[in-house]
């Protein structure tokens, strides 16, 4: 039973360009949340994608968007990148659960480095 | 305001040794969930433990526990016997009921030293 994926796994870009993470989740999983970790820091959530729409969006501007596919997999896209998006990027995947306790399932992550 | 709330930004254990990692949390909701992950060096978020605001025991997972003092709004992690692996980030987490994602303490840096 194949766990989150994500790639890639590692990404160096230069300020202004845009970048496109990928995710798949957990076998049985349709949801799909991303978080951003800067350095020393707990994981900030970006948004949560299910069936195929935002469901719920954090304090990130628009230059953060996302989109999931019908096979629950998303993508995770940054334009007019800054300095300080350089982080960590976790995407996590949950099954449909009962309110709070719906565990999320987090992939390895994508060390993005923006110079 | 911040949700979760970790003291400890640091913490050694000697091999073997059990060792307590506080949280604290702030809800206004009565049904909210409590997690517990392990981040070890490559970044990968490890699921530890679940502890549900109307579970009236302490939730369990082989070496792991959760002290939930919900009057205090405290889930403490307790992990027995520590070993060498466990050297990691840990991060609490909350997740209310009406919210879609999880809100994460700044984390403890635990080391097992031999």
């Known amino acids: 039973d194949a766990g989150v994926t994500q790639s890639p796994t590692h990404l160096i870009k230069t300020r202004g360009q845009q970048v496109t993470l990928r995710c798949s989740p957990k076998s049985g999983h349709d949801t799909v949340s991303w978080y951003q970790q800067a350095l020393g820091q707990g994981p900030q959530f970006i948004f949560q994608y299910y069936e195929e729409e935002e469901r719920q969006r954090g304090n990130f501007p628009d230059r953060f968007s996302g989109h999931q596919f019908p096979n629950y997999s998303s993508e995770l896209n940054v334009n007019a990148l800054l300095l300080g998006d350089s982080a960590l990027y976790l995407c996590?995947?949950?099954?449909?659960?009962?309110?709070?306790?719906?565990?999320?399932?987090f992939g390895p992550g994508t060390r993005l480095l923006v110079l | 305001a911040q949700k979760i709330t970790q003291t400890q930004p640091g913490m050694f254990v000697q091999e073997k040794e059990a060792v307590t990692l506080d949280c604290t949390y702030d809800?206004?909701?009565?049904?909210?969930?409590l997690f517990w992950y392990k981040q070890p060096s490559s970044g990968e978020m490890i699921f530890l433990i679940y502890q549900g605001s109307y579970d009236e025991q302490n939730a369990t997972e082989g070496r792991y526990s959760l002290n939930f003092q919900k009057a205090r709004k405290s889930a403490n992690l307790v992990i027995s016997a520590s070993q060498l692996g466990d050297s990691a980030m840990y991060f609490c987490?909350?997740?209310?009921?009406?919210?879609?994602?999880?809100?994460f303490g700044p984390g403890t840096r635990l080391s097992v030293l031999p």
């Open positions: 996590a995947s949950s099954a449909p659960g009962t309110g709070a306790q719906e565990t999320q399932y």
């Open positions: 987490a909350m997740r209310e009921f009406y919210g879609q994602n999880f809100v």
């Open positions: 809800t206004s909701d009565q049904s909210y969930g």
